[in-house]
């Protein structure tokens, strides 16, 4: 049995520094993408004195950016009537209020952010970051079929049966069981589990 749970332990040890890696790539990856943003907008930016605005001839691109994936896609859209005659500055002010003040539905599409990727007479390209909604986590131990399982925090989906049969457990913790119990994290569990094998 403890053979299995070191088993079980090593595995999420590798997932989570699995994990830690790859948020240090993404990281990585969102500063030389936030670095190639300025020098483009050091490029775009015209001679002093005269200011740009979007035109209705501004080419309109809307990138969607998923987080979790790191995918990028790109589209090119018809200008948006509220941008037109808008300078750099009253995009970004604009952005930002959107960010603020986000539509309901915008919401559960799990958008984060929404920013100017790059700003000129021809081009405007409009980056709307997402991500999806975090589950909840946790587990929901309980008695099924004389046995201790480990559900999702749901109490619905089977994470796992753990062979730990109802009558080698004290009758205290069996009516626990039987009603089910929310565990907060994996050290919680394994120490729970824990004391029903020993």
Do not use: W
């Not at 993404?26 to 907008?41: F, L, P």
């Not at 004389?146 to 004290?170: F, Q, S, W």
């Not at 050290?187 to 589990?193: A, C, F, R, V």
Request: aromatic content about 10%.
């Amino acid at each position: 049995m403890r053979r299995r749970y070191i088993i079980i332990s090593c595995f999420f040890v590798a997932s989570i520094l699995l994990g830690v890696m790859c948020y240090g790539s993404y990281r990585y990856s969102e500063r030389v993408a936030e670095e190639r943003r300025k020098e483009e907008t050091k490029t775009e930016q015209t001679e002093a004195g005269t200011e740009q605005k979007v035109t209705s001839d501004t080419k309109y691109i809307l990138e969607i950016y998923n987080e979790d994936t790191e995918e990028l896609v790109k589209e090119e859209r018809d200008m948006p009537s509220e941008y037109a005659g808008m300078t750099r500055e009253e995009m970004e002010a604009y952005l930002k209020q959107c960010v603020n003040a986000m539509a309901a539905d915008e919401q559960e599409a799990g958008l984060t952010d929404m920013r100017l990727v790059s700003f000129s007479k021809e081009k405007l390209v409009i980056r709307k970051s997402y991500r999806e909604p975090k589950q909840e986590r946790g587990f929901f131990l309980k008695l099924t079929d004389g046995e201790v399982a480990i559900y999702h925090r749901d109490g619905k989906t089977l994470y796992e049966k753990t062979g730990i049969m109802e009558e080698n457990i004290p009758e205290d913790e069996r009516k626990k069981l039987r009603k089910g119990f929310i565990v907060e994290n994996e050290k919680d569990l394994y120490s729970i589990l824990e004391n029903f094998s020993s």
